[in-house]
């Protein structure tokens, strides 16, 4: 199965705001990157699979004409008590303990990296059994390097050694047979 993953569109938010789960606005750009995505993606797919995030639906609205299946699991991480803070203004204490270990730290009232990795693990595994040639996923950049690591098996720890940036089109192969998944291409 082919599955095309591609992170939203760029948001209306200063670069140095903790955002995760946080319900961002979309940049002034979001019709000209969805435009760009569009000439980037097949006109067809067999499901189209988006975070129920608000930036993610609306991009995979914009892009698809057929049903969209929103699905926890493609949810960014949640930073919990740390959402729409200052990165400086966190807790140093906390925000210490979390970098020395963010696979298995997690924010007051959130979640960890492990966490996150497990249920994108589900998400996948159940995608596996289904019978789809072609389909795309609509996520968020933490999810799109937990796929990283569960399909080329990447070590959590370092996943954001693997940038993701906006406007990217990352293809996979994924099959059943976990020893034959590999990535096609980025565009």
């Not at 954001?160 to 020893?179: C, H, L």
Request: hydrophobic share 35%.
């Amino acid at each position: 199965m082919e599955v095309y993953v591609i992170r939203h569109t760029k948001l209306n938010i200063e670069k140095d705001v903790c955002y995760g789960r946080l319900n961002v606005s979309l940049s002034e750009s979001f019709q000209e990157d969805a435009k760009y995505y569009k000439k980037k993606l097949p006109d067809t797919f067999d499901a189209v699979f988006s975070s129920p995030s608000e930036r993610c639906m609306s991009l995979a609205e914009k892009l698809s004409l057929q049903q969209i299946l929103n699905d926890n699991r493609l949810l960014e991480i949640d930073f919990g008590d740390w959402e729409g803070k200052k990165w400086n203004d966190i807790d140093k204490q906390q925000l210490d303990k979390w970098m020395n270990d963010f696979v298995n730290q997690k924010p007051e009232n959130g979640e960890s990296l492990i966490e996150m990795y497990e249920r994108v693990t589900q998400f996948m595994e159940n995608l596996k059994k289904q019978d789809h040639k072609r389909v795309l996923l609509v996520t968020h950049a933490g999810v799109i390097r937990c796929l990283w690591s569960y399909l080329l098996k990447i070590p959590l720890n370092n996943i954001f050694k693997i940038p993701v940036g906006f406007q990217e089109v990352f293809v996979f192969e994924v099959n059943a047979n976990e020893s034959y998944n590999r990535i096609i291409k980025t565009k």
